[in-house]
C-alpha cells in the first residue's frame, strides 16, 4: 500500500524537480525535426508549452527532462504465445520517439 504523499513531501519533490538542467534534445522518431508539446506536472506551477529541435541545446527543468526520457516511446504490439500455445497480442518492446541528452553528470535527470 503507498504511503500517501504529504505537502511538505510534495514540496520538496517540486523544488528538486524544478532545477535546471542543460542538454540536447534528439528526435530519434525524425531525426531533424521537432516537438512541441505542454506540460505541467504540479498544482503550483503554469501549463508552459515547450518546443524542441533535433540537435539543439536547451536549458529546462529537470522535471521536463524525465518526462521525456520516460514517458516519449510507444508499445510496439506483437502476436505472443500463452503458456498454452494460445496467440495473443502482447508488448514486443517499448521504441523511445525521443531523448534528452544532459550534459551535466546526473543519474536521473
Not at 517540486?14 to 532545477?19: I, L, P
Request: with cysteine.
Amino acid at each position: 500500500m503507498r504511503q500517501k504523499l504529504t505537502e511538505e513531501d510534495l514540496r520538496k519533490m517540486h523544488k528538486e524537480d524544478s532545477k535546471a538542467v542543460t542538454g540536447i534534445f534528439r528526435n530519434l522518431e525524425s531525426p531533424g525535426g521537432a516537438l512541441k508539446f505542454s506540460f505541467r506536472k504540479y498544482k503550483y506551477d503554469p501549463t508552459e508549452t515547450y518546443t524542441f529541435e533535433d540537435g539543439k541545446k536547451y536549458t529546462v527543468p529537470k522535471m521536463v527532462a524525465k518526462h521525456i526520457n520516460s514517458n516519449c516511446y510507444y508499445d510496439r504490439q506483437k502476436w505472443l504465445l500463452d503458456a498454452q500455445g494460445n496467440p495473443y497480442q502482447g508488448i514486443d518492446k517499448k521504441v523511445k520517439r525521443y531523448s534528452f541528452e544532459s550534459l551535466e553528470f546526473s543519474e536521473d535527470a
